[in-house]
């Protein structure tokens, strides 16, 4: 079947660096998608890996294994506005979600 | 805005009312989708559109009929729907060959219509 795992919860404090996980079991692989999406707002683009190894944009990489199923978001310098859920999702045959991430960033 | 552009923003419905939810889209993408968030679930898929023709329906019950009369608009009609419903629809559009800028390979979201089935 086609899973994706994601912690349903993360908290960090501001300044630090925190990564969310997610691993996957999907019918064919085309690459893997995060986004951000704040509460009650539409989730927006943050990176699309393709290949295995890590992608840096800024204060965001992102990370891929396709051997291993397994993908990483790595958010360094936080600041208060990342307190957001984090949506992982695979394009397969089909684009699969995961069902998000919530972090809060603390004081 | 982020070029998909929803409305309602918010609607409250009774179980034997009548509603359409809109989406708009001025990016040139090809094809079009309804998703489905409740709260603490993955994002679900109902239906997907590409040029206009309806290419998937995820086993979504008939209560809810899309509709898509050119590339750049979609609807949702919704009627007799149950409590079980109440959740946020998201519209999104995308292209569907990958080509230029890795953030043209994703979807472009709508903020949503937060649905409350009462």
């Known amino acids: 079947g086609q899973n994706i795992d994601q912690p349903t919860e993360m908290t960090a404090t501001e300044g630090a660096i925190v990564q969310i996980n997610c691993t996957y079991q999907?019918?064919?692989?085309?690459?893997l998608f995060w986004y951000q999406q704040h509460a009650g707002e539409a989730p927006t683009f943050l990176s699309y890996n393709v290949l295995d190894g890590l992608e840096e944009k800024g204060r965001f990489s992102s990370f891929l294994s396709r051997s291993k199923g397994y993908s990483y978001l790595l958010l360094k310098e936080l600041q208060m506005k990342d307190s957001a859920s984090y949506l992982c999702a695979v394009r397969g045959f089909k684009t699969i979600f995961g069902a998000g991430t919530r972090l809060f960033v603390k004081a | 805005e982020t070029g998909v552009t929803q409305t309602p923003r918010h609607l409250v419905m009774g179980m034997t009312n009548k509603k359409s939810l809109k989406c708009e889209q001025h990016?040139?993408?090809?094809?079009m989708y309804w998703y489905k968030q409740s709260a603490k679930k993955p994002l679900e898929l109902m239906f997907v559109?590409?040029?206009?023709?309806?290419?998937e329906n995820n086993s979504v019950p008939s209560r809810f009929s899309p509709e898509c009369p050119n590339s750049s608009h979609l609807f949702l009609h919704l009627h007799t729907l149950q409590p079980e419903d109440s959740a946020l629809y998201l519209c999104a559009s995308s292209q569907d060959r990958e080509t230029g800028a890795r953030e043209n390979y994703g979807y472009t979201f709508g903020s949503g219509t937060r649905l409350t089935v009462v």
């Open positions: 999907t019918s064919g692989f085309n690459g």
């Open positions: 990016l040139g993408h090809n094809a």
């Open positions: 559109y590409n040029f206009k023709e309806q290419t």
